[in-house]
C-alpha cells in the first residue's frame, strides 16, 4: 500500500521466507528491521533504485500511518542507515551518519514481551498534561512560554533549560513534571554523547555530568552515558522493572562499561557495552541473572542485498 502510494506499482506477486532470531516485542526494533528488510527485497526484485532514506519513509508510512501503531521514525532510519545516526525528527527528518568507531555489544532478550501501543501514548500524554499545566500558570516568563507547546512534539526541547524551568515543574503534577524532566534531561545526554563519537573524547566537566570517571576513554565515557540514560528511563520515565535491574546490575557487574534499556522498556531487551574480550562473560552473566538470550554482536551496517546458499536453507 506504502509504495503504491508513493508511485510504484508491482507487477506481481512473490513468495517470500522470513527467517529472524530477533525477539518481537523485545525493543530491538523488529518490525522496522522486517519493514526495511522486505522493502530492500522488494527494491532489488523489481529494480526501485530506492535510496536509504526513501526506505525508511516508506517502512514508517506502513507502520505508522497505515498500520496505525504509534511509533517514530528512528527504528525505520537505524535499520536501513545502519551504524550511528543523528535523526532530526522534524520535516525535513534530515539524517547524520556518524562516525561511530567499531564496538562490541551484548543484548540481553528478558522475555518479558511489551506493547509499544500501551507504553509510548502513555507516556505521550503524561507530558501533554504537564505542559498545559505550565502554560496555565499566570507568572511563566513569555520567553519560556514561547518555547513550549500543548502536543509533546511542539516544544523546541533543544532550547529549554532545565535550570530556568525547575521553579515551575515543582509546581505542577509531580509526575507530570518528571516526564518533562526526563525529555530534557536524556536530551542532553544525547548531546554529549555526540559530542563523544564526534571528536572521540570528553571535557572534564561533561564526564562529571555522566558520573564518568576522569580521563576516561571512549569506552569508558559512552558506557557512563549509557548509565545515565538508564537511570533516567528508569527514574523519571518509570519503564525499568526489577526484573530488568536484575539483568543489567549482572551485566555490569561481569565487566560491562554500560548498560540501558533499548526500546520502550517494561519488558523486551537490555543492550551493555563490553570489551572486546568481555563478551561471552557479559551475555553469561545476563543468562545467569534470568535473561532469556543474550548475543554477542558488533554495530552493523543496515538493510543490505547478500546472496544465500543451499546450505543456507
Not at 140 to 158: D, F, I, N, Q, T
Amino acid at each position: 500500500i506504502a509504495l503504491s502510494e508513493y508511485g510504484y506499482e508491482l507487477e506481481h506477486g512473490l513468495k517470500v521466507v522470513i527467517d529472524s532470531d530477533v525477539p518481537a516485542g523485545g525493543g530491538l526494533g523488529s518490525s522496522a528491521a522486517l519493514e526495511v528488510a522486505f522493502l530492500k527485497l522488494l527494491d532489488s526484485y523489481y529494480g526501485l533504485e530506492l535510496e536509504k532514506r526513501e526506505l525508511a519513509e516508506l517502512a514508517f508510512k506502513a507502520e505508522n500511518a497505515i498500520m496505525g501503531i504509534p511509533c517514530g521514525r528512528l527504528d525505520q532510519y537505524g535499520s536501513a542507515y545502519g551504524r550511528a545516526i543523528l535523526l532530526h525528527t522534524r520535516p525535513p527528518y534530515r539524517v547524520e551518519e556518524l562516525p561511530l568507531k567499531d564496538l562490541k555489544l551484548v543484548i540481553a532478550d528478558s522475555g518479558i514481551k511489551h506493547r509499544v501501543a500501551a507504553i509510548h501514548p502513555v507516556r505521550q500524554a503524561e507530558i501533554e498534561r504537564g505542559l498545559a499545566q505550565l502554560l496555565e500558570l499566570e507568572d511563566l516568563p513569555a520567553e519560556v512560554r514561547s518555547l513550549l507547546g500543548k502536543r509533546y512534539w511542539e516544544p523546541k526541547w533543544e532550547e529549554l533549560k532545565l535550570e530556568v524551568l525547575e521553579p515551575y515543574l515543582s509546581r505542577i503534577e509531580p509526575k507530570a513534571a518528571d516526564r518533562i524532566r526526563f525529555t530534557l534531561l536524556m536530551h542532553r545526554s544525547t548531546v554529549i554523547a555526540l559530542e563523544l563519537i564526534r571528536v572521540g573524547s570528553l571535557p572534564p566537566n561533561e564526564l562529571e555530568e555522566v558520573d564518568a570517571e576522569p580521563g576516561a576513554d571512549f569506552q569508558e565515557a559512552l558506557g557512563a552515558v549509557m548509565n545515565r540514560q538508564h537511570e533516567l528511563l528508569r527514574d523519571l520515565y518509570e519503564v525499568s522493572l526489577p526484573e530488568l535491574e536484575r539483568i543489567r546490575n549482572a551485566m555490569l557487574e561481569a565487566g560491562a562499561y554500560g548498560a540501558k534499556i533499548s526500546g520502550a522498556g517494561l519488558g523486551g531487551a537490555l543492550i551493555a557495552l563490553v570489551s572486546e574480550e568481555g563478551g561471552t562473560r557479559v551475555a553469561e552473566a545476563a543468562l545467569k541473572a534470568g535473561a532469556r538470550r543474550a548475543w554477542v554482536v558488533a554495530v552493523d551496517e543496515g538493510a543490505r542485498e547478500e546472496p544465500l546458499h543451499r546450505s543456507d536453507f
